[in-house]
Nanobody, 115 residues
């Protein structure tokens, strides 16, 4: 059974940093593209960052230069380093694993940016 388990969310002040982790099991992790999405209250879920199985990355314009996605295939884990956080980054962040017709989601972790 496939599981994606996020961790690392929490409350941080504007300008602060957090690192999210998503540990995967039940899939051949190195063959999957991985992504981080977020959904703020009253808004649609949006893509934050993606990393292909080969390591190519893609970011939403709103987080370019502030967030970095990376993966450790030995640990079956994808990370999202978030720096210079803003109140508008407040959302539930979920990770996603995708390969062809297969797509899996984690439960999400809350990130709140507030003073």
């Amino acid at each position: 059974q496939v599981q994606l388990v996020e961790s690392g969310g929490g409350l941080v002040q504007p300008g602060g940093s957090l690192r999210l982790s998503c540990a995967a099991s039940g899939i051949t992790f190195r063959t999957y593209a991985m992504g981080w999405y977020r959904q703020a209250p009253g808004k649609q879920r949006e893509l934050v960052a993606q990393i292909s199985s080969g390591g190519t990355t893609n970011y939403a314009d709103s987080v370019k230069g502030r967030f970095t996605i990376s993966r450790d295939n030995a640990k079956n884990t994808v990370y999202l380093q978030m720096n210079s956080l803003k109140p508008e980054d407040t959302a539930v962040y979920s990770c996603n694993a995708w390969r062809g017709q297969f797509m899996y989601w984690g439960q999400g972790t809350q990130v709140t940016v507030s003073s």
